[in-house]
């Protein structure tokens, strides 16, 4: 059968399943989980998952999945994958009233058009012409958020790495995947638009920080002068990382964007504990450590200014997004096909991060964004107002992909493969986080 042929199978497949897709993103809309936490996300999953008769595991990175879906040949294993997640927006209309968790990220969406390419692929039959695996994940944790709760988590064993594609790198489960997709929903996008990465940076890394100021207690109005105030050392650290705002280069996108987590325990004593969470986000990978520094010093000659102590626990973000125009170019031509020419825009590289960065490292990979979507990302007013633009046709699109890359005994997925140099080995990969948490 013509690949033409198969591409019309499986989206009609999809175009079938619209209905039960939708309400995949609406339940997940309706019940907000945080990372690592992603249970009644999961449930749903592995019930789909179970109705098309895919064999799977449960329970990776705490709450992932995973299916494999044979072609008629295993020549390539092309991973579509759906992260689960929500952030915490407690003013969001359908943000979860203890939690405050919401999607104001779109990651119902991305799971539900990940089921969907499961769907149309199982339905259509179109596997008994590929040769290739599609590998299906949904997944945990890549909002990089409650950082303490994942810390907990980590002492206690149960995670290595605080976001989900990390944890499932370092678990082997990426080991038999060759390349990887999946898509977002954009920002204040309401128009069908899909907007395809360049070539190379999507997006921003970022190391994440823990910094705590140590000073001593003392009576706020009575004898101040016995105190050492953490807090005051906190507010020097903050400034003098404003100060060094104007050394950052605009080609390096640095954001640093802290939040104090604790300010003191009463307000009649002088602050001895004081929290700081922020992430030094940057273009490349010197970029950031290059920020990085600067914001240590910074934090650091505010505890020497007050005679205070500050300990700063680094912590392993998330790399930069490189995405493969050779997968890209596949992709935008699927798009052209279900939008036409004026429904396909260049995408522009975004200043938050991904974990999905961290697989690009690794193998090719895409992030393209999807229109569909009204309000600002992470904000109150973010809602899907196009459904089947956000949801559907991401999945025809991803499905499309896959039989590109899988046809005709998956020479072109196999000539993206052996072209690809990555930046690093899964090995030096891990072995780069290690160092930055002293590890061996």
């Not at 295993?74 to 979860?96: I, T």
């Not at 109150?380 to 890359?405: E, G, N, S, W």
Request: with cysteine.
């Amino acid at each position: 059968m013509k690949k033409a042929e198969l591409k019309q199978i499986v989206c009609a497949a999809i175009d079938k399943r619209a209905a039960e897709v939708t309400a995949i993103a609406d339940y997940m809309l309706h019940n907000p989980e945080l990372g690592y936490k992603e249970l009644k996300a999961a449930a749903l999953v592995e019930e789909k998952f179970a109705a098309l008769g895919l064999d799977y595991r449960a329970g990776l990175a705490v709450t992932g999945l995973k299916s494999r879906l044979p072609g008629r040949r295993s020549k390539l294993s092309v991973a579509v994958m759906g992260e689960m997640d929500a952030v915490v927006c407690h003013d969001h209309p359908y943000a979860d009233s203890k939690t405050g968790a919401a999607h104001s990220c779109g990651h119902n969406a991305q799971t539900a058009m990940m089921v969907g390419v499961a769907m149309g692929l199982v339905d259509s039959g179109v596997m008994n012409e590929l040769d290739g695996d599609v590998v299906f994940f949904a997944l945990p944790a890549e909002e990089f958020v409650e950082l303490d709760y994942r810390q907990q988590l980590r002492r206690e064993g149960k995670i290595r790495f605080l976001g989900g594609k990390q944890e499932l790198i370092e678990l082997g489960e990426l080991d038999d995947i060759d390349m990887a997709m999946m898509c977002h929903t954009a920002t204040d996008t309401p128009e069908r638009h899909m907007l395809i990465p360049r070539a190379g940076i999507g997006s921003n890394g970022f190391i994440g920080k823990l910094i705590k100021y140590i000073g001593t207690e003392a009576h706020a109005g009575g004898a101040p002068h016995e105190g050492v105030n953490a807090l005051n050392a906190a507010m020097l650290g903050l400034m003098g990382i404003h100060a060094n705002r104007e050394t950052f280069r605009d080609v390096d996108a640095i954001r640093v964007h802290p939040i104090i987590t604790k300010g003191g325990d009463l307000v009649n004593i002088t602050p001895a504990d004081v929290r700081i969470e922020t992430y030094v986000r940057g273009r490349s990978i010197a970029a950031i450590m290059d920020a990085s520094h600067k914001v240590n010093r910074a934090l650091q000659a505010g505890a020497i200014a007050i005679g205070a102590e500050v300990i700063i626990d680094e912590i392993p973000g998330y790399l930069p997004l490189l995405n493969d125009q050779k997968m890209a170019s596949l992709f935008a031509a699927n798009c052209v096909e279900l939008l036409g020419v004026d429904g396909v825009l260049p995408g522009e590289p975004m200043a938050g991060s991904t974990d999905m960065g961290d697989i690009t490292h690794i193998m090719p990979g895409i992030h393209p964004m999807v229109g569909g979507v009204a309000g600002r990302g992470h904000a109150r007013d973010y809602m899907i107002v196009d459904p089947d633009m956000a949801y559907i046709v991401p999945a025809k699109a991803m499905a499309m992909t896959v039989i590109d890359l899988l046809y005709d005994d998956a020479a072109l997925g196999r000539a993206i493969k052996d072209q690809f140099k990555p930046t690093m080995t899964k090995e030096s990969y891990l072995a780069m986080w290690e160092s930055l948490l002293g590890e061996k």
